[in-house]
């Protein structure tokens, strides 16, 4: 090599050297847009997310959407305009997403779902989703109370359901998992279903509602989160019934409260619904925004907890 030719090319190396080092250095920037605060899954799931994004380093952009789509909307909107390096959300509802997913893709964002799904017409628009197949989680509810009713052959049971936030999909898909299993034993028929938003205070409200009605005995409450089964526990204990023994109760989350409820003796079992996603999802995002290959559905383990087991498994909680 000449050394007019070695001069300009240590020259060039030298002039690329900032550029270079800058990109090599500068932190990977995520805009994540949450749900809301909703139940003590969604804030379990909150501090993972914001815990390993700070073990991760990497810059995270946190919007909380109080439950509405249109905050998430905006929230995307905002990190598109940030020029954010990867976009992370938890979609409130499965519908509404198609626009604003486009135009994150014309701004060459890609977006990563964590939580819960969208139903969009092109899948090409997300490249990955990590989260618990709720399907299944319904069908895990609908096993535990086949196999409790089989103990009582011929006996009928009236189940009553508190729904998760109507058009969510744990919502859509928890219902259709529990009704798919417990459809075996005829004599399992669902009475009343009606959405409790995922919160305690809704779940109450509602299952006060339930009561109310009395034309018809309630055997079982399934509610698809245990915020709302907490909240329905106070309502059933305030009509001078025993949650879980006049009424069993199954939910799903598998949070804290919920062990300290089986404790009591007021709740039968709760279904595990992972929340601590966050350390998936910060690795998920590097190798989204290397270029490299990725799975485009991830999911989680999660298992079943009686009230049997909730005294040995309580101290091995982490949410
Ligand atoms: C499930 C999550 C649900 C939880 C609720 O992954 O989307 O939302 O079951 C939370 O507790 O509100």
Same mark, same amino acid.
């Given at each position: 090599?000449?050394?007019?030719?070695?001069?300009?090319?240590?020259?060039?190396?030298?002039?690329?050297?900032?550029?270079?080092?800058?990109?090599?250095?500068?932190?990977?920037?995520?805009?994540?847009?949450?749900?809301?605060?909703?139940?003590?899954?969604?804030?379990?799931?909150?501090?993972?997310?914001?815990?390993?994004?700070?073990?991760?380093?990497?810059?995270?952009?946190?919007?909380?959407?109080?439950?509405? @789509?249109?905050?998430?909307?905006?929230?995307?909107?905002?990190?598109?305009?940030?020029?954010?390096?990867?976009?992370?959300?938890?979609?409130?509802?499965?519908?509404?997403?198609?626009?604003?997913?486009?135009? &994150?893709?014309?701004?060459?964002?890609?977006?990563?779902?964590?939580?819960?799904?969208?139903?969009?017409?092109?899948?090409?628009?997300?490249?990955?989703?990590?989260?618990? =197949?709720?399907?299944?989680?319904?069908?895990?509810?609908?096993?535990?109370?086949?196999?409790?009713?089989?103990?009582?052959?011929?006996?009928?049971?009236?189940?009553?359901?508190?729904?998760?936030?109507?058009?969510?999909?744990?919502?859509?898909?928890?219902?259709?998992?529990?009704?798919?299993?417990?459809?075996?034993?005829?004599?399992?028929?669902?009475?009343?279903?009606?959405?409790?938003?995922?919160?305690?205070?809704?779940?109450?409200?509602?299952?006060?509602?339930?009561?109310?009605?009395?034309?018809?005995?309630? =055997?079982?409450?399934?509610?698809?989160?245990?915020?709302?089964?907490?909240?329905?526990? @106070?309502?059933?204990?305030? &009509?001078?019934?025993?949650?879980?023994? =006049?009424?069993?109760?199954?939910?799903?989350?598998?949070?804290? +409260?919920?062990?300290?409820?089986?404790?009591?003796?007021?709740?039968?079992?709760?279904?595990?619904?992972?929340?601590?996603?966050?350390? @998936?999802?910060?690795?998920?995002?590097?190798?989204?925004?290397?270029?490299?290959?990725?799975?485009?559905?991830?999911?989680?383990?999660? +298992?079943?907890?009686?009230?049997?087991?909730?005294?040995?498994?309580?101290?091995?909680?982490?949410?």
């Amino acid at each position: 090599m000449t050394t007019t030719l070695l001069r300009r090319t240590l020259l060039g190396a030298a002039l690329l050297a900032p550029l270079v080092a800058t990109a090599a250095d500068k932190p990977l920037v995520m805009g994540f847009s949450q749900v809301g605060a909703e139940s003590e899954w969604r804030s379990a799931n909150t501090a993972s997310v914001k815990a390993a994004a700070r073990q991760a380093g990497i810059t995270l952009k946190f919007a909380d959407a109080q439950q509405k @789509q249109e905050n998430q909307v905006k929230a995307i909107r905002t990190f598109i305009a940030q020029k954010v390096d990867v976009i992370a959300f938890s979609p409130v509802v499965e519908s509404g997403w198609d626009t604003v997913l486009k135009e &994150a893709r014309a701004a060459r964002i890609p977006v990563v779902l964590t939580d819960r799904a969208v139903n969009v017409s092109d899948p090409s628009l997300y490249v990955s989703f990590i989260g618990s =197949d709720f399907v299944e989680e319904g069908r895990k509810a609908g096993r535990w109370l086949l196999e409790r009713a089989a103990k009582n052959p011929g006996a009928s049971l009236n189940i009553v359901e508190l729904q998760g936030t109507v058009g969510s999909a744990p919502a859509i898909d928890r219902k259709k998992g529990f009704e798919e299993v417990i459809k075996a034993n005829p004599k399992l028929q669902v009475i009343r279903s009606q959405s409790g938003e995922f919160t305690r205070a809704k779940g109450k409200e509602v299952m006060e509602a339930f009561l109310k009605a009395k034309d018809k005995k309630i =055997d079982v409450l399934y509610a698809h989160n245990d915020d709302m089964a907490i909240g329905a526990i @106070q309502a059933i204990e305030e &009509a001078g019934l025993k949650p879980g023994k =006049d009424i069993t109760i199954i939910s799903i989350d598998g949070v804290k +409260g919920a062990f300290q409820a089986m404790l009591a003796g007021k709740l039968n079992v709760t279904i595990e619904c992972n929340p601590l996603l966050g350390p @998936q999802l910060m690795e998920l995002a590097r190798k989204v925004v290397a270029g490299q290959p990725v799975e485009k559905r991830i999911t989680v383990i999660e +298992g079943v907890f009686p009230a049997e087991v909730a005294a040995k498994e309580l101290p091995n909680r982490k949410y």
